[in-house]
């Protein structure tokens, strides 16, 4: 293996890492995880640019979010030099709105990144929607599963989350 080709191997791993650790930043809901991910130069329209502008735009999509769990596949990487590549990305996205409720999304990201200071970022990442599917009741509107002694119901992973116990109480009953 050359050095070329060993560093687009390298690069490649961060710039999927990216896609993971932004998928990771929704289920914590996490504005500062986010933030860290996109260059000084990325902007976010009305929100601002660079990391401040990614976290005024996840705080406020993510404010009545419970919880949101995002699947990431199908990752593919074009290089177009040694620090500018874009991408692709498809997702699966599901999550506990409190003004849509249990939704399912199928996501396109069209991806920009650029190395800066040999770190890896997003310089633009564009969502495109391929269908969002609201259903008429969530499947954490149940009891506990309990789980090993029984599979169906809300495992412990929801219940870990105080965000998510808060809405179960008062969904549940």
């Not at 990771?24 to 929100?47: C, Q, T, Y």
């Not at 406020?60 to 699947?71: E, K, M, Q, R, W």
């Not at 809300?154 to 549940?172: C, I, M, Y």
């Amino acid at each position: 293996m050359t050095d070329r080709e060993y560093a687009e191997l390298v690069s490649r791993e961060q710039i999927r890492s990216l896609a993971y650790r932004y998928a990771a930043a929704i289920d914590a809901r996490d504005a500062e995880a986010m933030a860290e991910l996109f260059s000084p130069r990325a902007s976010f329209g009305d929100h601002g640019s660079g990391p401040d502008g990614a976290r005024r735009l996840m705080s406020a999509s993510l404010d009545g979010t419970v919880f949101a769990v995002i699947l990431v596949a199908n990752h593919l990487i074009e290089f177009d030099g040694a620090d500018i590549a874009t991408g692709e990305v498809w997702a699966h996205c599901y999550a506990q709105t409190l003004s849509d409720g249990f939704i399912d999304q199928l996501i396109k990201y069209q991806d920009r990144y650029e190395r800066i200071d040999g770190k890896w970022l997003f310089a633009h990442r564009r969502h495109r929607l391929w269908y969002g599917a609201a259903h008429g009741r969530s499947p954490l509107a149940q009891p506990a599963a309990n789980w090993p002694a029984g599979q169906v119901g809300v495992g412990d992973v929801a219940l870990s989350d105080p965000t998510f116990v808060q809405w179960w109480r008062k969904e549940s009953r």
